[in-house]
């Protein structure tokens, strides 16, 4: 039986209740205002489940969810002024209304509306920290990062800022495609959660599991690609096209593409990637959600059902040591799984995070270092 004594001191201690709430959490990062997001919200009201609203509707949708629909896993409304061509940036004041109205949902983590950390925007990052530790225990410091801030160059005064800010921190990296396709971002991702305060990891895939596994507290993985990463500003103020559909395949630990799902599979109908036992396709060919009525919401449904057991099987073997090796093994065997897919046939490409967290897994120098990717 748990010690109510042990329950309250937990509750008292630094980010007690943050912890206690989000820890080891797979959210799943909505659009607030997105047709599909109460389906979003139903697949995430689960043991380790939680949702993150995003968009200038996310509070309102935060409230109707918690108020009427009595919703019971953690919520984290992400306003997304960080995005796009009129985003704002770091220095931006937060909306202090914005902060109450979290504080008067009971919120465990408050976020404020922050703006987008550019590469050269160090005084930008410290006006988030400095105001988010003014703020209160409960408010966790939005860091909407240029993903260079990950690499040897920047990393050091990163880690240095965050960690004598003392805050929790909420982090997403602006990419094309994917940040941690670099291994000196998967490192410095790394080395950031090492720092001693709760992380949130954002706007992220598979990686998320990954996160998990090195020590963040959550994880959000988005339901589509623009909410799995936050674009750069174009000419066009977004991506030139939208992304087209993807689909977690569980023995490759990655997204890909519904088209080329489809095809690699006609070509090789038996492979084992392409079957999946999940409660969503019960034994269905993963070509089915190609050719769904909503493509795009079958693969969400199909993705989330994958990464909530991939999360299973990290936590379950143990300590965060044990965590990190699981992971680690995983992201070897799904590479060795993609390698086993003829490229020549298939033009195959193996996803280069897979490699970065492997490497990492391995490589045995200081966690906490921001070192130099062998």
Same mark, same amino acid.
């Given at each position: ?8 001191? #937990?509750?008292?201690? /630094? ?5 206690? #709430? ?20 139903? &697949? ?28 019971? &896993? ?43 950390? #550019? ?17 209160? /225990?409960?408010?966790?410091? /939005? ?9 040897? *160059? ?5 880690? *240095? ?8 921190? @909420?982090? @997403?990296?602006?990419? =094309? =495609?994917?940040?941690?396709? =670099? ?48 674009? $750069? ?8 096209? $939208? $992304? ?39 034994? &269905?060919?993963?070509?089915?959600? #190609? ?6 919401? @079958? ?49 195959? *490409? ?11 897994? =391995?490589? /045995? ?10």
């Amino acid at each position: 039986m748990v010690n109510p004594s042990s329950i309250a001191s #937990a509750q008292d201690a /630094p980010f007690g209740r943050l912890k206690t #709430a989000l820890a080891d959490v797979l959210l799943v990062q909505a659009d607030a205002g997105d047709a599909h997001t109460d389906i979003a919200i139903k &697949r995430s009201d689960r043991v380790g489940g939680g949702i993150v609203l995003t968009g200038e509707n996310a509070l309102q949708k935060a409230e109707h969810l918690i108020r009427t629909q009595r919703y019971q &896993r953690p919520v984290v409304p992400d306003r997304g002024r960080y995005t796009g061509k009129n985003r704002v940036l770091a220095s931006h004041s937060f909306d202090p209304v914005w902060i109450q109205r979290q504080r008067l949902l009971g919120l465990p983590a408050v976020l404020p509306d922050g703006g987008y950390v #550019a590469e050269h925007d160090e005084p930008g990052l410290l006006s988030v920290l400095r105001r988010t530790a003014d703020l209160g /225990p409960d408010v966790v410091a /939005p860091l909407f990062l240029a993903a260079s801030w990950l690499e040897r *160059e920047r990393l050091p005064r990163l880690v *240095e800022a965050v960690t004598d800010a003392g805050v929790p921190i @909420a982090v @997403a990296f602006e990419h =094309k =495609k994917d940040p941690l396709a =670099k291994k000196a971002a998967v490192y410095g991702l790394v080395a950031l959660l090492q720092v001693p305060v709760p992380v949130l990891l954002l706007r992220c895939d598979t990686s998320s599991i990954g996160a998990l596994a090195y020590g963040a507290v959550a994880a959000a993985v988005g339901t589509r690609s623009s909410l799995r990463h936050f674009y $750069p500003v174009t000419d066009g103020g977004g991506p030139i096209r $939208p $992304p087209k559909p993807a689909a977690v395949v569980e023995r490759l630990l990655s997204y890909v593409h519904l088209d080329k799902i489809d095809q690699t599979a006609q070509l090789d109908p038996d492979h084992p990637d392409w079957h999946c036992s999940c409660d969503w396709c019960n034994g &269905r060919s993963l070509q089915s959600l #190609a050719s769904a009525p909503d493509p795009e919401l @079958a693969a969400f449904l199909h993705s989330i059902e994958v990464l909530f057991r991939i999360r299973t099987n990290i936590l379950m073997a143990g300590d965060l040591t044990a965590r990190r090796e699981a992971w680690t093994e995983q992201c070897s065997a799904a590479q060795f799984n993609h390698m086993d897919i003829d490229n020549t046939r298939y033009n195959w *490409e193996v996803p280069k995070h897979l490699a970065h967290w492997r490497e990492r897994g =391995k490589d /045995p120098s200081d966690l906490s270092a921001p070192a130099k990717p062998r």
